[in-house]
T-cell receptor, first 114, second 114 residues
Framework: NAGVTQTPKFRVLKTGQSMTLLCAQD?????MYWYRQDPGMGLRLIHY???????AKGEVPDGYNVSRLKKQNFLLGLESAAPSQTSVYFC?????????????FGDGTRLSIL | AQSVTQPDIHITVSEGASLELRCNYS??????LFWYVQSPGQGLQLLLK??????LVQGIKGFEAEFKRSQSSFNLRKPSVHWSDAAEYFC????????????FGTGTLLAVQP
């Protein structure tokens, strides 16, 4: 019963490097989300997707790109990493239907940019 | 715009004591409200949700929350805290629209002392 799986769990990058965070869900959910969590700020939405092949900007999208080529996967990319992107990144998914359906979260990716 | 306020950044309670974590929301219509818990190094786990009906909602791990429309509040309670309840707690509201984005509060960090 995997749910939402994020890889990698930890990563250290140098400023200017690029990387991709992978989120995979096995619940056949339509909606997927990427958040970042910073101390004292809760979770803020970066990008989201309402279905395969669709993506949209959230609250803090600058410096990130996303892709949803397959329904079960949602990729978050950093083209040129900056120290301000040091954070914990969470992926979540939910099914369609009533808005009272909760989002299911992965365990997070802890990213440090030096 | 929708928003969630958790006034208490950090709370310490003694094991066995009662607990109440505060959450206030701003939303024009009937809100869909959630409480999530995050243990250290883990993702977010759903404790409970409210979307309609009975204003007192029961969740997992012995938690409950009461929706009070007149006070725009959705406070989380537990009658007797256990040491394993030490974690960070997040209140969230569905932001509306087709995307069902979650808007999070900044979290309350709960410490439990023996």
């Amino acid at each position: 019963n995997a749910g939402v799986t994020q890889t990698p769990k930890f990563r250290v990058l140098k400023t200017g490097q690029s990387m991709t965070l992978l989120c995979a869900q096995d619940m056949n959910h339509e909606y997927m989300y990427w958040y970042r969590q910073d101390p004292g700020m809760g979770l803020r939405l970066i990008h989201y997707s309402v279905g395969e092949g669709t993506t949209a900007k959230g609250e803090v999208p600058d410096g990130y790109n996303v892709s949803r080529l397959k329904k079960q996967n949602f990729l978050l990319g950093l083209e040129s990493a900056a120290p301000s992107q040091t954070s914990v990144y969470f992926c979540a998914s939910r099914g369609t239907g009533d808005s009272n359906q909760p989002q299911h979260f992965g365990d997070g990716t802890r990213l440090s940019i030096l | 715009a929708q928003s969630v306020t958790q006034p208490d950044i950090h709370i310490t309670v003694s094991e066995g004591a009662s607990l109440e974590l505060r959450c206030n929301y701003s939303y024009g219509a009937t809100p869909y409200l959630f409480w999530y818990v995050q243990s250290p190094g883990q993702g977010l786990q759903l404790l409970l949700k409210y979307f309609s009906g009975d204003t007192l909602v029961q969740g997992i791990k012995g938690f409950e929350a009461e929706f009070k429309r007149s006070q725009s509040s959705f406070n989380l309670r537990k009658p007797s805290v256990h040491w394993s309840d030490a974690a960070e707690y997040f209140c969230a509201v569905v932001g509306g629209g087709a995307t069902n984005k979650l808007i999070f509060g900044t979290g309350t960090l709960l410490a439990v002392q023996p």
